[in-house]
């Protein structure tokens, strides 16, 4: 065996896990004949609130080849865990064993040239009922300009267009999703703050309006959310904020999209995907406000192209439809969330960080009015 060293900067047991470190590392390398490894384990400071997760560690060092030179590896371990009894089933959307099955599976060398995949070197299952995922360390830029932000939805659109046009079979497993917003809105809505008492007796008619919308889009809900279901189905990340799409260029390829953390993968309605990728940003901020308007048009505009691209020739307002329900929806989380915050700040009315959030969020709220009022029109056409 070679000889290690190592330093563990973590509370993990990485010390314990020479062999498998050195296993994994033969493959990152490709290399079998390693006679010395250094190894450094670093905690990344994980902090995105999904409760399946414990902790993500990046795992990096130097390992000389057996008479040849030294090379400089890296790589990620993500520690999944169960969380509640409702994440222990396959049909939740956020079933916590999903994304050990996707590199398990191999699903993900299968998806389009389009996409770079992330390699894993294992899933190591531990008493303590977590499972670790031993992974490629993928680096690249996150997306913070229209532009990027352009490309990378053309590159959703190929991804999700080749299975409609057939040149690729959606796969079939148990642990897939195949009602991501379906379980998505039912847990929202089952952990969203209860308002209805403060809303319904906000004088101001401009809030009334959209506490009236909202009630009658609850009222609505599952109507829609099967509407969904009849959409033309691919697969889908449902996961596309920033911290999970990485722009990369190598000798191969002068600008790949890379998408890392598939715990949401799913089978979903065209169009699903590229909500996610449009709300989710708004509400992280990455998107700004003078800038949502013109992310709307130019993703979706980008979105079509990609979906033309890989072939498909579909009726463009299905696309349309699936894009402006998924984005809408998120209102079922979001409406609550605005009259908490709008509630707080009659308790802290000179909290100005507050004041902005809001501020944001009602604007964001009134951009899934729009488009699901066109939602609205479409849906006698369509289905």
Not at 327 to 334: G, M, N, P
Not at 359 to 376: D, G
């Amino acid at each position: 065996m070679a000889s290690v060293t190592i330093t563990n900067n973590t509370a993990m047991d990485f010390e314990g896990k020479i062999e498998h470190i050195l296993a994994c590392v033969q493959k990152c390398l490709e290399e079998e004949d390693i006679e010395l490894l250094n190894v450094c384990c670093d905690d990344i400071g994980y902090k995105t609130p999904n409760f399946t997760t414990s902790g993500i560690y990046r795992i990096h060092g130097s390992a000389r080849i057996q008479n040849r030179e030294e090379k400089t590896w890296s790589m990620i371990v993500k520690v999944i865990k169960p969380d509640s009894e409702e994440k222990n089933s396959a049909t939740h959307h956020n079933y916590w064993r999903r994304e050990a099955h996707v590199f398990e599976s191999g699903i993900l060398n299968d998806l389009p040239n389009d996409i770079k995949v992330t390699r894993c070197f294992g899933v190591e299952e531990l008493t303590d009922a977590t499972t670790w995922i031993w992974m490629e360390h993928i680096k690249g830029k996150y997306a913070d300009t229209l532009e990027q932000f352009s490309f990378i939805a053309e590159q959703i659109g190929r991804f999700n267009g080749v299975y409609l046009t057939g040149d690729k079979i959606l796969p079939c497993y148990d642990w897939l999703c195949e009602a991501w917003l379906t379980s998505w809105t039912t847990a929202s809505r089952t952990y969203a703050p209860d308002v209805a008492e403060y809303a319904e007796r906000i004088s101001n008619d401009h809030l009334q309006m959209l506490w009236s919308w909202y009630q009658n889009l609850i009222a609505e809900l599952d109507c829609m959310l099967e509407s969904l279901q009849q959409l033309p189905r691919v697969l889908a990340h449902q996961d596309l904020s920033q911290m999970n799409m990485l722009l990369v260029t190598d000798h191969h390829h002068p600008a790949q999209l890379a998408l890392i953390d598939w715990q949401f993968m799913s089978i979903s309605g065209v169009g699903e995907d590229l909500g996610k990728l449009y709300g989710v940003n708004m509400s992280l901020g990455i998107i700004q406000p003078d800038q949502y308007e013109e992310f709307q048009t130019v993703l979706y505009r980008s979105y079509l192209e990609g979906l033309r691209a890989a072939g498909w020739q579909g009726d463009e307002r299905l696309v349309r439809y699936g894009f402006c329900l998924s984005t809408a929806l998120r209102s079922v989380w979001e409406v609550p969330q605005f009259f908490s915050m709008l509630a707080q700040l009659e308790t802290d009315p000179h909290n100005t960080n507050l004041r902005d959030r809001l501020s944001r969020l009602e604007r964001i709220l009134w951009i899934h009015k729009a488009m699901y009022t066109e939602v609205q029109i479409m849906t006698p056409q369509l289905l």
